[in-house]
T-cell receptor
Framework: GQQVMQIPQYQHVQEGEDFTTYCNSS?????IQWYKQRPGGHPVFLIQ???SGEVKKQKRLTFQFGEAKKNSSLHITATQTTDVGTYFC????????????WGAGTKLIIKP | NAGVMQNPRHLVRRRGQEARLRCSPM?????VYWYRQLPEEGLKFMVY????????ESGMPKERFSAEFPKEGPSILRIQQVVRGDSAAYFC?????????????FGEGSRLTVL
């Protein structure tokens, strides 16, 4: 079946270091969304990417959608303690399809 | 504008009992989704409902699980004869555009513990 692979599962960084998570789909995506879930919390929508090669920025967060619309990445520059949580990607296979195919998430851990 | 409201936030049941989880979508949203999340894992789609209709229940176990979204009142996820493996966080999400590219708004979840 359709899958979205997300790596790494965990990433430990020192505060101030960068963080990146990657998602790869087995099929071409119509669009991809990113969500953040704080420890003990619920997923919160961050952004949606639709166009091939699209790049969007939100302050220290940079989101990319690959040219083939099969992969995406989230990069955080100079991580802060408030960035701690799990980041999920979720892709739509077809336009107008309600089904989101979720990645397993990447947990960002800040080393003490 | 209240967000997605779920209750109870925490529920403890003994094996064999029933669990009922409620979800009120955001105002103006008529599309509701239920997800299950095990500790340290991702979100697993269970069911998608619109008012009075189940659109897709392909992610929901055929036995013991049911969901509804009546014309009036919240959406209900019902788990009969719970087993330990049902222990998880159950998240409800709503959207305004079910068949389009809308984002999902999640509730804070209901955490079920089966003893």
């Amino acid at each position: 079946g359709q899958q979205v692979m997300q790596i790494p599962q965990y990433q430990h960084v020192q505060e101030g270091e960068d963080f990146t998570t990657y998602c790869n789909s087995s099929t071409t995506l119509s669009n991809i969304q990113w969500y953040k879930q704080r420890p003990g919390g619920h997923p919160v929508f961050l952004i949606q990417l639709v166009k091939s090669g699209e790049v969007k920025k939100q302050k220290r967060l940079t989101f990319q959608f690959g040219e083939a619309k099969k992969n995406s990445s989230l990069h955080i520059t100079a991580t802060q303690t408030t960035d701690v949580g799990t980041y999920f990607c979720a892709g739509r296979i077809h336009e107008g399809n309600y089904q989101l195919i979720w990645g397993a998430g990447t947990k960002l851990i800040i080393k003490p | 504008n209240a967000g997605v409201m779920q209750n109870p936030r925490h529920l403890v049941r003994r094996r064999g009992q029933e669990a009922r989880l409620r979800c009120s979508p955001m105002k103006g949203h008529s599309h509701v989704y239920w997800y299950r999340q095990l500790p340290e894992e991702g979100l697993k789609f269970m069911v998608y409902l619109q008012k009075e209709n189940i659109i897709d229940e392909s992610g929901m176990p055929k036995e013991r699980f049911s969901a509804e979204f009546p014309k009036e009142g919240p959406s209900i996820l019902r788990i009969q004869q719970v087993v330990r493996g049902d222990s998880a966080a159950y998240f409800c999400a709503s959207s305004s555009r079910g068949l389009n590219t809308g984002e999902l708004f999640f509730g804070e979840g209901s955490r079920l513990t089966v003893l």
